[in-house]
């Protein structure tokens, strides 16, 4: 039976390891997100990821 494009999809992001996260957030905060992605010109996911790898990094 061929696979819907969700499950393609689930499998994928399984393989790779990637986790779908879903937050509230200040409109500032995600202001901010959208305009370093831009500015950088990365996805805003890699923005995040980066944000936290140098917090993790201070402590």
């Known amino acids: 039976m061929a ?6 999809q689930k ?3 399984e393989k ?6 879903n937050f509230k957030l200040p ?3 995600v202001a901010d997100i959208e305009r370093l992605a831009l500015a950088r010109g ?3 996911a890699a923005v995040i990821a980066e944000a936290i790898a140098l917090l ?3 402590e």
């Open 3 to 8: 696979q819907s494009r969700s499950e393609i």
């Open 11 to 13: 499998r994928s992001d």
């Open 16 to 21: 790779r390891g990637m986790v779908q996260k």
């Open 27 to 29: 409109a500032q905060v």
């Open 42 to 44: 990365k996805p805003q």
């Open 56 to 58: 993790m990094a201070q």
